[in-house]
Nanobody, 127 residues
Framework: QLHLAESGGGSVQAGGSLRLSCLVS????????VGWFRQGVGEEREGVAT????????YYADSAKGRFTISRDVAKNTVILQMNKLKVEDTGMYYC????????????????????WGQGTQVTVSS
């Protein structure tokens, strides 16, 4: 069974930075594409960025381009989301997710593209 565990959330002022980590464990062979989703209060859960663990690189939602960077630490089985220039509207629960491979490079994702979720970590950006 695949297990995803997030860490690194917290509170920051607008313009600041946060770094989220997702530890991938268990049946890692089934998790080629791993990404980050977020959900604000009363909003739909939306994809932010994905990466293919074997080759790196990243695919981003429009809201994340130019501010967020997804990367992976192969030795530590970790996927990282570096978030810079944070905005109040970035506030929400951030979830690590195993994404179906055909959807990985789409740049726009929904819950239907995900087959395993982490528990989530809260990000709060204040003005």
């Amino acid at each position: 069974q695949l297990h995803l565990a997030e860490s690194g959330g917290g509170s920051v002022q607008a313009g600041g930075s946060l770094r989220l980590s997702c530890l991938v464990s268990g049946h890692t062979y089934s998790s080629s594409c791993v990404g980050w989703f977020r959900q604000g209060v009363g909003e739909e859960r939306e994809g932010v960025a994905t990466t293919v663990r074997e080759i790196g690189g990243g695919y981003y939602a429009d809201s994340a381009k130019g501010r967020f960077t997804i990367s992976r630490d192969v030795a530590k089985n970790t996927v990282i989301l570096q978030m810079n220039k944070l905005k109040v509207e970035d506030t929400g629960m951030y979830y690590c997710a195993a994404v179906s491979f055909p959807a990985c490079s789409r740049g726009r994702w929904s819950r239907a593209d995900v087959y395993t979720w982490g528990q989530g970590t809260q990000v709060t950006v204040s003005s």
